[in-house]
């Protein structure tokens, strides 16, 4: 697998950046936005087209493999065979109003296991990459999680999703007070408002953990990759395996921090992507 590898991780890069130019043009000019799930789930123009082109240029480059996206998927079906997991604009809300952290999100899954990650905020030109067994870049440069062991040194990403019944609102923040509270707070939480790149930060060692329930897995699939390239963690946030198609994620710069995290996070039963 190791020479294919090399060529479906130089596919990535290359559609990631030229589908990155194309979601640039749109983010720079008046957006048409449409309603998905919620008032906070939001689609446009844009995520259409470069999903469509991604798609196009991956059935054309590996006809044989499978492909998932956001905005086509219908049923999402994830086998042995190689499958990519395609977010065209992972933040649409940030693209919407211009908050300048959205990304082209593209991984590879090789039964049913992500091998080839490529995340690229097409806005800041930082362009997240990785392939199983060879280490995770930031624009080509090798980046590391930061190592962070002690729940009280740490900075924690989190979000509270874009479908927010006041039952599951409650729960996420109950975790977040968890977390904040005297007398062993951590240093604080952030919010970048897209799962691909709040995996990122820990990748280059900006964050010390994450974690989200209610995400699919074309908004992890790439950047767990890269979490694990660059020295960290990936599970389920329950401390489980991480199953990409279960609708949950916990990241971490360590594996110690990982389980000191896990006890705090109040579980949310989402349904399973896969799909007979």
């Known amino acids: 697998m190791d020479s294919d590898i090399h060529t479906w991780y130089d596919a990535a890069i290359e559609i990631a950046r030229r589908a990155g130019a194309v979601a640039l043009e749109g983010y720079n000019k008046e957006k048409h936005v449409e309603l998905k799930g919620s008032s906070a789930d939001l689609v446009t123009e844009t995520d259409k087209q470069v999903e469509d082109m991604i798609r196009a240029y991956l059935k054309e480059k590996f006809p044989s493999h499978s492909f998932i996206g956001e905005e086509t998927v219908k049923d999402a079906k994830l086998s042995d065979e190689p499958t990519w997991m395609v977010d065209p604009i992972d933040g649409t809300s940030n693209f919407v109003h211009r908050f300048p952290f959205s990304a ?7 039964k049913k296991q992500p091998v080839v990650g490529v995340v690229y905020n097409f806005i800041l030109d930082q362009l997240y990459s990785a392939k199983k067994g060879h280490g995770a870049t930031l624009n080509g440069k090798p980046i590391h999680v930061s190592g962070c062991t002690e729940l009280t040194q740490s900075l924690v990403l989190a979000e509270l999703g874009n479908i927010r019944p006041p039952d599951v609102l409650r729960t996420k923040l109950n975790t977040i007070y ?6 062993n707070p951590i240093h604080g939480f952030r919010s970048l408002g897209s799962a691909a790149l709040n995996m990122c930060m820990v990748a280059c060692g900006s964050a010390d953990a994450y974690f989200e329930y209610g995400i699919h897995c074309w908004d992890i699939a790439a950047a767990d ?9 990936t599970m389920y946030p329950t401390g489980e395996p991480l199953d990409v198609m279960k609708r949950g994620v916990l990241c971490a710069g360590s594996n110690q921090l990982a389980q000191q995290v896990c006890p705090h996070i109040e579980h949310l039963q989402y349904p399973y992507d896969q799909t007979d």
């Open 225 to 233: 990759v890269i979490v694990r390239e660059a020295g960290g963690v």
């Open 178 to 183: 968890s977390l904040a509270v005297e007398p």
């Open 104 to 110: 082209v999100s593209i991984g590879l899954a090789v």
